[in-house]
């Protein structure tokens, strides 16, 4: 189970309007001169999950945070800093953006986890 910070229609537009609002909190901007700390210059990954859906890609939103996400905070595909999931099923969309150090593996279901030690437990 992971943390969800934004639900919504599966939009392309309203997934830029609180894509922008995401990346202001978890990426700040970065003056020209300033030093790379913890926070800022931290590298990034996406983790992409569709589902019943076939109008987005996992490009399309990789070429969108390239964009907005350019030198400042390097793409780093093995053990980044930070891990935006990205999670559409069917008409919703859930994104987040977690400390890469955390646990990539998740379920949206929050008793998956209760279901699979209860079968582990009848082997």
Same mark, same amino acid.
């Given at each position: 189970?992971?943390?969800?910070?934004?639900?919504?229609?599966? *939009?392309?537009?309203?997934? %830029? =309007?609180?894509?922008?609002?995401?990346?202001? %909190?978890? !990426? +700040?901007? #970065?003056?020209?001169?300033?030093?790379?700390?913890?926070?800022?210059?931290?590298?990034?990954?996406?983790?992409?999950?569709? $589902?019943?859906?076939? %109008?987005?890609? *996992?490009?399309?939103?990789?070429? !969108?945070?390239?964009?907005?996400? +350019?030198?400042?905070? +390097?793409? $780093?595909?093995?053990? +980044?800093? *930070?891990?935006?999931?990205?999670? #559409?099923?069917? =008409?919703?969309?859930?994104?987040?953006?977690?400390?890469?150090?955390? *646990?990539?593996?998740?379920?949206?279901?929050?008793?998956? =986890?209760?279901?699979?030690?209860? $079968?582990?437990?009848?082997?």
């Amino acid at each position: 189970v992971y943390p969800v910070e934004y639900a919504f229609d599966a *939009k392309w537009e309203t997934f %830029k =309007h609180f894509a922008e609002i995401l990346l202001e %909190k978890h !990426f +700040p901007a #970065i003056s020209e001169g300033q030093e790379f700390t913890s926070n800022i210059g931290s590298t990034w990954n996406i983790q992409y999950k569709c $589902r019943s859906n076939d %109008k987005f890609s *996992k490009d399309l939103f990789l070429s !969108f945070f390239l964009e907005f996400l +350019p030198n400042r905070y +390097p793409q $780093r595909l093995v053990h +980044p800093d *930070k891990l935006i999931l990205i999670d #559409i099923s069917q =008409h919703i969309m859930c994104v987040s953006v977690l400390d890469g150090k955390q *646990k990539t593996r998740y379920s949206i279901n929050p008793f998956a =986890h209760e279901m699979h030690e209860t $079968r582990v437990a009848y082997k």
